[in-house]
Antibody, heavy 122, light 107 residues
Framework: EVQLWASGGGLVQPGGSLRLSCSASGFTFSTSAMHWVRQAPGKGLEWVSVISGSGDGTYYADSVKGRFTISRDNSKNTLYLQMNSLRAEDTAVYYC???????????????WGRGTLVTVSS | DIQMTQSPSTLSASVGDRVTITCRASQSISDWLAWHQHKPGEAPKVLIYKASSLESGVPSRFSGSGSGTEFTLTISSLQPDDFATYYCQQYSSPSLTFGGGTKVEIK
């Protein structure tokens, strides 16, 4: 079965760090660009970042640029999001999503994963 | 960033009703638009891509139309499994953006 599932969320203090993971199965992971999308409590969806299938291209929303780093390990079929200098406004459920091709410009989602909750609070 | 505006924000309907949700883009996005269904605690689900193409496995009661700045999602006959929140999403620009969502509730 083709599926994604995110993990690694939790409670972190403002200014702290957290690394999220997204595990993939059922498809050739390296042939898909991957995205992170988040949803703050009671709010809509906000796109966060994308990485190409090979991992050599990345792009970020302005709201996280310089604080978050997206990466992937194709040998482990896993996507990561390293989140540093966390703020209260980063509190959200974080979802990973698969694109339908591998280039950095591949933006059509064809699969979402279950999310993981990140809470930034003292 | 391209702003996406959905209406209505909440919709009350009965099983069997025809339901239409509208999405407007702040500038032309051609047909680079997707619709997603989201239920609490679940992964969102892709319904429509390229404005009118049905994702594999999605029931044919879902349809999408539009181009440029005006788009619609139609559910021809609402089923119990369709009560959820629906989001439009543009993928024309490098920074993807979503509409604010339309919650479809039981009337």
């Amino acid at each position: 079965e083709v599926q994604l599932w995110a993990s690694g969320g939790g409670l972190v203090q403002p200014g702290g760090s957290l690394r999220l993971s997204c595990s993939a199965s059922g498809f050739t992971f390296s042939t898909s660009a991957m995205h992170w999308v988040r949803q703050a409590p009671g709010k809509g969806l906000e796109w966060v970042s994308v990485i190409s299938g090979s991992g050599d291209g990345t792009y970020y929303a302005d709201s996280v640029k310089g604080r978050f780093t997206i990466s992937r390990d194709n040998s482990k079929n896993t996507l990561y999001l390293q989140m540093n200098s966390l703020r209260a406004e980063d509190t959200a459920v974080y979802y990973c999503a698969k694109a339908d091709c591998s280039r950095i410009g591949c933006k059509r989602f064809d699969l979402w994963g279950r999310g993981t909750l990140v809470t930034v609070s003292s | 960033d391209i702003q996406m505006t959905q209406s209505p924000s909440t919709l009350s309907a009965s099983v069997g009703d025809r339901v239409t949700i509208t999405c407007r883009a702040s500038q032309s996005i051609s047909d680079w638009l997707a619709w997603h269904q989201h239920k609490p605690g679940e992964a969102p689900k892709v319904l429509i891509y390229k404005a009118s193409s049905l994702e594999s496995g999605v029931p044919s009661r879902f349809s999408g139309s539009g181009s440029g700045t005006e788009f619609t999602l139609t559910i021809s006959s609402l089923q119990p499994d369709d009560f959820a929140t629906y989001y439009c999403q543009q993928y024309s620009s490098p920074s993807l953006t979503f509409g604010g969502g339309t919650k479809v509730e039981i009337k």
